[in-house]
């Protein structure tokens, strides 16, 4: 056994887990209805300034949100704060975008690290678990930006009072102690240096080939394909999880990327591609995180925000390297994927150091 024997407390936290993932889904289904709507309320250059501003709350501050949140380990109280204020931005959305864009980022930033440190905590080295918890946003954040476009006013009570059922849960619901966290794990990593460096190449590569085609797909107005590689993500996750655990985590993955890489390369020609590269690049998040854990098994919260929040920050910068040429920039990926790994395991480290200080 790699980790050490659990407390009888986290066998009962699969519920939790459950709603935690659920409220991951309306949560993401909420900024996804609120950023879409703003396209028929808001100018281009607004529009611009307002989903800048929600990628660096929402990803960008996972981090930094990770990093208070594993100091104090208030995972309970943040889970359902977070739920609160993006029930808020709801409410306030017809007022001034920028007060309910910059509510929605923060809800979702501290949401993502609870529910991702709660997953870790209660279910160590458990991929379909972590699966669980992620599988449901990327598919929310499809449906809430369709109903957006669609006009579909209703929604957006509905999501409010999915958000509120499932915070009322989470509010009795049994959670992990922060301060019992006392897993560990013997002196051997889950990947060596090696394999992180090739599943790094092969993410890059299969990252820049997705992210290209749902730029494609935004372009053409091609919104079912959207909701069927959403779909196909959240599967994949699910899968991904369970297929890891079972296989094991470098055997699978390193396959997964292997064929996620030539399915989205054609993913523009047929939906088939599309889905299974996309299922197969997103299959491979869950191992992310418990890789992640077994390095810095202290920090859930930090590991979450890091392995959350850096992947959508990345995706998100490859559209405008896109869009100002034809070619592919892979190499300046490349170097951007390791940089950007290297000042978060720098983060980590210093912050690793004032934890145990």
Same mark, same amino acid.
């Given at each position: 056994?790699?980790?050490?024997?659990?407390?009888? #407390?986290?066998?009962?936290?699969?519920?939790?887990?459950?709603? #935690?993932?659920?409220?991951?889904?309306?949560?993401?289904?909420?900024?996804?209805?609120?950023?879409?709507? !703003?396209?028929?309320?808001?100018?281009?250059?607004?529009?611009?300034?307002?989903?800048?501003?929600?990628?660096?709350?929402?990803?960008?501050?996972?981090?930094?949100?990770?990093?208070?949140?594993?100091?104090?380990?208030?995972?309970?109280?943040?889970?359902?704060?977070?739920?609160?204020?993006?029930?808020?931005?709801?409410?306030?959305?017809?007022?001034?975008?920028?007060?309910?864009?910059?509510?929605?980022?923060?809800?979702?930033?501290?949401?993502?690290?609870?529910?991702?440190?709660?997953?870790?905590?209660?279910?160590?080295?458990?991929?379909?678990?972590?699966?669980?918890?992620?599988?449901?946003?990327?598919?929310?954040?499809?449906?809430?930006?369709?109903?957006?476009?669609?006009?579909?006013?209703?929604?957006?009570?509905?999501?409010?009072?999915?958000?509120?059922?499932?915070?009322?849960?989470?509010?009795?619901?049994?959670?992990?102690?922060?301060?019992?966290?006392?897993?560990?794990?013997?002196?051997?990593?889950?990947?060596?240096?090696?394999?992180?460096?090739?599943?790094?190449?092969?993410?890059?590569?299969?990252?820049?080939?997705?992210?290209?085609?749902?730029?494609? #797909?935004?372009?053409?107005?091609?919104?079912?394909?959207?909701?069927?590689?959403?779909?196909?993500?959240?599967?994949?996750?699910?899968?991904?999880?369970?297929?890891?655990?079972?296989?094991?985590?470098?055997?699978?993955?390193?396959?997964? #990327?292997?064929?996620?890489?030539?399915? !989205?390369?054609?993913?523009?020609? /047929? *939906?088939?591609? *599309?889905?299974?590269?996309?299922?197969? !690049?997103?299959?491979?998040?869950?191992?992310?995180?418990?890789?992640?854990?077994?390095?810095?098994? /202290?920090?859930?919260?930090?590991?979450?925000?890091?392995?959350?929040?850096?992947?959508?920050?990345?995706?998100?910068?490859?559209?405008?390297?896109?869009?100002?040429?034809?070619?592919?920039?892979?190499?300046?990926?490349?170097?951007?994927?390791?940089?950007?790994?290297?000042?978060?395991?720098?983060?980590?480290?210093?912050?690793?150091?004032?934890?145990?200080?």
């Amino acid at each position: 056994m790699f980790f050490a024997k659990k407390n009888v #407390l986290f066998q009962h936290c699969q519920p939790t887990v459950l709603a #935690l993932g659920l409220g991951h889904g309306f949560s993401d289904a909420a900024a996804g209805y609120l950023m879409g709507g !703003l396209a028929h309320r808001a100018n281009f250059g607004e529009l611009a300034g307002v989903v800048m501003l929600y990628n660096i709350l929402a990803f960008g501050g996972q981090l930094p949100a990770g990093i208070w949140l594993d100091r104090i380990g208030q995972f309970r109280a943040a889970s359902v704060i977070s739920l609160v204020v993006m029930i808020a931005a709801l409410f306030f959305s017809t007022t001034n975008v920028w007060f309910f864009t910059a509510l929605a980022g923060i809800s979702s930033a501290f949401f993502h690290v609870a529910g991702g440190g709660t997953t870790l905590m209660s279910f160590p080295q458990k991929s379909v678990f972590v699966g669980m918890f992620s599988a449901f946003g990327v598919l929310g954040l499809a449906l809430g930006g369709w109903a957006a476009a669609l006009h579909w006013h209703w929604v957006m009570y509905f999501l409010m009072a999915g958000l509120a059922s499932i915070m009322f849960f989470l509010s009795w619901a049994k959670f992990p102690d922060a301060q019992k966290n006392d897993t560990q794990w013997k002196e051997q990593p889950l990947l060596d240096t090696h394999d992180y460096l090739m599943i790094l190449l092969l993410a890059a590569i299969a990252m820049r080939s997705a992210v290209w085609n749902f730029v494609q #797909l935004v372009y053409t107005h091609q919104y079912e394909w959207l909701f069927y590689t959403a779909l196909a993500a959240m599967i994949g996750k699910l899968a991904g999880g369970w297929l890891a655990d079972r296989i094991g985590a470098r055997l699978y993955t390193l396959t997964a #990327l292997a064929i996620a890489v030539p399915a !989205l390369s054609w993913g523009y020609r /047929k *939906l088939f591609w *599309l889905m299974l590269g996309t299922g197969l !690049l997103q299959s491979v998040t869950p191992v992310s995180v418990t890789a992640l854990q077994r390095i810095f098994p /202290k920090l859930p919260a930090t590991i979450s925000g890091a392995t959350f929040g850096l992947a959508i920050a990345l995706g998100g910068v490859i559209p405008y390297s896109s869009m100002l040429s034809e070619i592919y920039f892979l190499p300046q990926l490349i170097l951007l994927g390791l940089c950007a790994w290297g000042l978060y395991f720098y983060a980590f480290k210093l912050h690793k150091t004032l934890y145990n200080s």
